[in-house]
């Protein structure tokens, strides 16, 4: 394309430049003076001290550059002086996501230490909220945005799956302390308390769901979940999407006015307390007429009122904290966790650096979504592996459903022997529950274990999946119906273990660092041994689908699209292995 | 002295610094027309707002322990003050031999000014060896960069020179001094070294955002 033409996208993208700029911005993009001393808070320069184009500001002056030759005098008449530059074509908006999707986490190490006071995060998602609305984004981004808009929850969690994880978490909160009034109350009019949860708790972990509920039992809260509009995460945060990220959070105030509650209590996630509490309004232009409150205050405050008795001893083993990015570093929430921790676990030790110093968990800005980036990723949680380690901690604990994730990942890829917890799992742990006034309770007669009863008994199962959640979801389903289960996070694993094992079915994923799902796939179809396992592609890329069937080798037995439910997994396996 | 040099160390200052003075409003003009965003969330943290943010953020220049960024490099910092006192000296040098140049009778003030002058050509020059070899500095550094940093290195090196304010053996310095002194008001407004104006403006925004957030003054424990 000639320099006088520029693509339809690259226009749009200079002409909403124009229009989205605000004042802070314009500063931000005017006033750097290229001294370099943001460059080492960048735990993606300290990872490549090789790769000068991680640095922040050149990171920024691939943006700085568009601005001062579209708005800024010195820029519009001497582009060269100033290194100012347009972009004509896709293939330069393309290396442009390249740089403010996949080399930042928009974490603002930076911008607290930049003398300058350039806010660098803030011009980064303005940029990438340029190229979200010209439709050039990773395509991660693009799924969850698109399920963040259509299905209303970033992870697509259908109203019904909502609602019987609910029902779920309610029976087992009922067992468990064997009071028939132990419920998650939904939709509950006038309540102190509405509590909104992050949907990765939904689909991977409702333990946290539970354990939130029994300290809001216990507590005596007067509380609710809403049926609908529960999604505290906003993806329109990572995404630069501000009617995303508008949309999201009116989404949930409405729902909590609607349900007249006195109190949004939001579940431990860094981007979602960031986006609900601090930066919803704003893009959603609402002036909200009630309060928000992090759960970890919540817990804080109910043990400081007498609500809640709790006992360290129960959490013994070393724990640390790590926080989160937009937790510590864009809305000041770093000594309350703290304090809980320090009520409720005996043996903290404090990261360094930490608070607002504290490095990203590498997963931030929505980099979990975006697997094209996962080596990078992981290359740069170094700093924070090397931060973990010098600890001596067991458990790291974090008040954010993406560092749960990311720090997950780094454990495993740099073997740590940690685990990761949240505030919430430790404090109801730490319960002390009071003998209540017995009540006769109707609690339904454990089930004997019959193994055989089953569906899966004695079938095993591979899975293979890069993404840790993911494997441990798959194999609770899959272990929870009576099948043993491997697991292997890569391919060089699936292959070691496949012929080990030799495995009734093998669930594999396509997008993996290394060798892909595509390239095992035909692997094991093309060894004697391994060709008459059964294999079930569950892959988050449908359009990868004909690349697996293009292959010269037989095509797999299964094909699941994520997100999948636990009941559609379950399905699938049984009717591959021929049990329905 | 020299009609000449009398023209250029006063007459010629005062165009100049019009003209830059002029430029500058239209520069903040050009800044106050970009819609300031707002805040309507309520406040998160403890112990701090936005005043005090915004304090100590206009501060944070004078508190090297602040940052990281400073407070693990301390040669950088006091590079960075030495330089930026070396302009604040040549500056004020500037006004000092048109219209108080009895006070250069006073080898005190001489030896100050050529001390501090001297020590800021020195990290000039260390500036330019590392814009030119750092392969950070080299990636980000555009002609302006090195040539702001030229310029004011050359003007610290004539500054220097003309503290003792000898026009006796000769005018050339202090020509020289006036002349890049007047160049430098003028291509001041449309290069990086225009970034003192937007210091407050920059600093103030963040400081408001993050202390409004219970972030600044920020909290540490190492």
């Known amino acids: 394309m000639s320099r006088n033409s520029r693509s339809y996208k690259a226009e749009r993208v200079i002409e909403r430049l124009t229009r989205k700029v605000n004042r802070q911005m314009a500063l931000s993009l005017a006033a750097c003076v290229h001294c370099g001393m943001c460059t080492e808070a960048c735990h993606y320069v300290l990872a490549n001290p090789d790769d000068p184009t991680y640095a922040p500001a050149y990171k920024a002056d691939r943006i700085r550059r568009l601005f001062k030759r579209h708005m800024d005098w010195t820029g519009r008449v001497i582009p060269w002086w100033v290194k100012a530059g347009s972009i004509y074509t ?53 799924v969850v945005s698109k399920d963040q808009w259509e299905i209303g929850n970033q992870m697509g969690v259908l109203k019904e799956e909502y609602l019987d994880t609910l029902d779920w978490m309610s029976e087992e909160l009922q ?96 981007h979602g307390y960031r986006s609900t509490r601090c930066e919803g309004p704003n893009w959603a232009k609402y002036d909200v007429p009630f309060v928000m409150e992090s759960s970890v205050i919540t817990m804080l405050r109910y043990i400081r009122e007498g609500r809640l008795k709790v006992d360290k001893s129960k959490n013994t083993i070393p724990v640390t904290f790590h926080d989160s990015c937009n937790n510590a570093r864009s809305c000041g929430l770093f000594e309350e966790p703290r304090e809980l921790l320090s009520l409720v676990v005996e043996d903290f030790r404090e990261m360094y650096p930490n608070r607002s ?136 694993t699936c292959m070691d273990l496949a012929r080990k094992e030799k495995p009734d079915l093998i669930t594999l994923d396509l997008s993996m660092p290394g060798m892909d799902g595509g390239k095992i796939f035909e692997a094991l179809r093309n060894d004697p041994e391994l060709a008459g396992i059964p294999v079930c592609i569950i892959t988050g890329k449908p359009e990868l689908r004909r690349l697996i069937y293009d292959r010269p080798v037989p095509p797999p037995e299964g094909y699941l699209d994520k997100p999948v439910n636990d009941e559609t997994l379950l399905l699938n396996v049984r009717k591959i292995l021929k049990l329905v | 002295m020299s009609e000449t040099l ?66 693990k490099r301390a040669f950088m910092y006091a590079q960075f003050i030495i330089f930026h006192l070396g302009v604040v000296s040549a500056i004020g040098l500037s006004f000092i031999i048109p219209y108080a140049a009895e006070w250069l009778h006073s080898l005190v003030l001489v030896r100050v000014l050529q001390v501090s002058i001297g020590l800021a050509f020195a990290v000039g020059v260390w500036r330019i060896i590392r814009r030119m070899t750092h392969p950070v500095m080299r990636k980000i550094s555009s002609p302006d960069d090195y040539f702001s940093l030229i310029l004011l290195t050359v003007w610290f090196f004539f500054a220097f020179l003309s503290v003792p304010n000898n026009h006796q053996d000769g005018e050339g310095v202090l020509m020289t001094f006036f002349l890049l002194t007047a160049f430098f008001l003028v291509y001041v407004p449309f290069s990086k070294i225009s970034h003192y104006l937007y210091y407050p403006f920059t600093r103030f925004y963040l400081g408001r955002t993050l202390g409004h957030r219970g972030v600044f003054p920020l909290r540490r424990t190492s």
Not at chain 2, 23 to 48: C, E, M, N, S
């Open chain 2, 6 to 71: 009398l023209f250029v160390e006063d007459t010629l200052q005062i165009w100049a610094l019009q003209f830059m003075g002029t430029v500058y409003f239209l520069r903040l003009l050009w800044i106050l027309h970009f819609k300031a965003g707002g805040d309507r969330q309520a406040p998160t943290g403890r112990g701090t707002s936005p005043r005090k943010g915004i304090l100590y953020s206009w501060l944070n220049v004078a508190m090297p322990w602040a940052m990281e960024s400073t407070r």
């Open chain 1, 175 to 270: 067992q468990e302390l064997k009071d028939p009034a132990a419920i998650i109350p939904i939709d509950k009019m006038d309540c102190e308390v509405v509590y909104s949860i992050n949907p990765r708790e939904v689909k991977y972990d409702p333990r946290t769901i539970a354990d939130a509920a029994k300290i809001f039992h216990i507590a005596g809260e007067n509380w609710t979940m809403p049926s609908e509009g529960w999604d505290m995460t906003n993806f329109g945060l990572f995404s630069g999407d501000d009617d995303l990220g508008g949309a999201v959070a009116r989404r949930l105030y409405e729902k909590v006015e609607e349900l007249r509650g006195k109190k949004l209590v939001i579940s431990e996630c860094g």
């Open chain 1, 90 to 142: 896709d293939e330069e908006l393309n290396e442009l996501m390249d740089t403010v999707f996949g080399k930042c986490t928009n974490c603002r190490r930076c911008s607290i230490n930049c003398p300058m006071g350039v806010d660098f995060a803030v011009v980064n998602r303005m940029a990438r909220g340029l190229l979200v609305s010209v439709g050039i984004m990773p395509e991660g981004v693009a």
């Open chain 1, 357 to 492: 110093e504290n490095y990203c968990c590498t997963g931030g800005g929505g980099a979990m979504s975006m697997s094209e980036y996962t080596p990078r990723r992981l290359k740069s949680a170094i700093v924070k592996a090397e931060q973990l380690k010098a600890t001596g901690a067991k458990i790291v604990v974090t008040s954010c459903h993406n560092c749960v994730d990311g720090l997950t990942d780094l454990i495993r890829h740099y073997k740590l022997d940690m685990q990761v917890a949240q505030l919430v799992n430790l404090t109801a742990n730490a319960l002390v529950v009071e003998a209540r006034v017995a009540v006769p309770v109707e609690v339904p007669a454990a089930v004997p274990a019959v193994e055989a009863a089953l569906p899966l008994h004695g079938r095993r199962i591979l899975v293979v999946d890069d993404e840790p959640d993911i494997l441990t979801f798959f194999s609770t389903v899959l272990g929870d119906n009576g099948a043993s289960v491997t697991q292997a996070p890569d391919g060089a």
